[in-house]
């Protein structure tokens, strides 16, 4: 298992090189532009296509693997086929044109619909989570947390915590993710099989996994808070910062750049404007 989600990798890139304030930002606004909706089902998964293609543009220029994320997920894809076969036989709305049958049970168009909506939203924000933990240092990732929730400081929340809680939790991923699998190739070598056997027998082999996994969690925890502690860490005391950030023009063309695509994405959002109606191309009725 080589999970990159979570994982900073060390390359010197103009994504990497950005201000982390300027990756945060533009990941929310990423987020937001999925769950929009930009008129009809088919615009929608237009526009998601349209994201996809300046992601896999982003991942090029910051050398994120965007295959080995997938790989290291593959224990996701069990979830998205019991989500498939969950709309196909119980679809809700049961309306439109009807894309094909298995046996007695009509798959209707608006359920490719939806699955592909599932699917597609679930592959961006994978995307967009990678992409932004694995050109940011845990640090600056904990700095630009602090600064977006700075305005919670006036009414009492302790922002610096929560943004190191939050950047250490998405830096112990990949190692959570490795201390797993040692923790299952120490338990294969002493005969549990994870792979084979009914399902009742794989529950009991993932079970036998969970309180070492815990123990583990734990142990390294506290060792994280004891170094914390030795080297001087007061998450009380007034915070300096070591390094500067000096902003620079490709920190400025970002900001162009993801206030550009904000824009954008209200636009088509308000309007809703429909190509296909427009370029006169005749799509499955959905309803």
């Known amino acids: ?28 606004v990423f987020m937001v532009s999925v769950f929009l909706s930009y008129g009809t089902p088919y615009m929608n998964l237009v526009i998601y296509g349209g994201i996809f293609v300046i992601l896999l543009f982003i991942s090029l220029l910051g050398r994120v693997s965007f295959l080995q994320l997938f790989k290291s997920l593959k224990g996701l894809w069990f979830m998205v086929l019991f989500i498939i076969v969950l709309n196909i036989f119980l679809p ?12 007695n049970v009509k798959v209707y ?11 597609v939203r679930l592959i961006l924000v994978m995307m967009m989570t990678n992409i932004f933990t694995s050109t940011t240092k845990p640090m600056e990732m904990t700095s630009a947390l602090e600064w977006l929730f700075y305005p919670f400081k006036f009414i009492g929340l302790p922002i610096h915590k929560i943004a190191m809680a939050i950047s250490l939790a998405l830096r112990f991923i990949p190692t959570l993710a490795e201390e797993t699998e040692r923790i299952m190739k120490a338990q294969a070598s002493r005969g549990v099989d994870f792979h084979q056997g009914k399902i009742k027998e794989k529950i009991k082999a993932i079970i036998s996994l969970i309180i070492p ?66 370029l006169g191309i005749s799509l499955p009725k959905l309803s």
């Open 1 to 28: 298992m080589n999970l990159t989600l979570g994982k900073f990798t060390p390359f010197n890139t103009i994504i990497h090189k950005l201000d982390s304030r300027i990756k945060l930002i533009a990941l929310i």
């Open 109 to 119: 168009y608006l359920t490719i619909i939806n699955v592909s909506y599932i699917l």
């Open 92 to 103: 809700g709305k049961t309306s439109g044109d009807v894309a094909f049958s298995i046996g």
């Open 213 to 278: 996994l815990f123990m583990s969690a734990f142990l390294t925890s506290g060792e994280l808070a004891d170094a914390m502690e030795a080297r001087g860490y007061n998450p009380d005391s007034k915070r300096t910062r070591y390094r500067a950030y000096n902003w620079g023009f490709n920190d400025t063309f970002g900001v162009i750049l993801s206030a550009a695509f904000l824009a954008g994405i209200i636009v088509l959002a308000v309007y809703q404007y429909d190509l296909f109606n427009y």
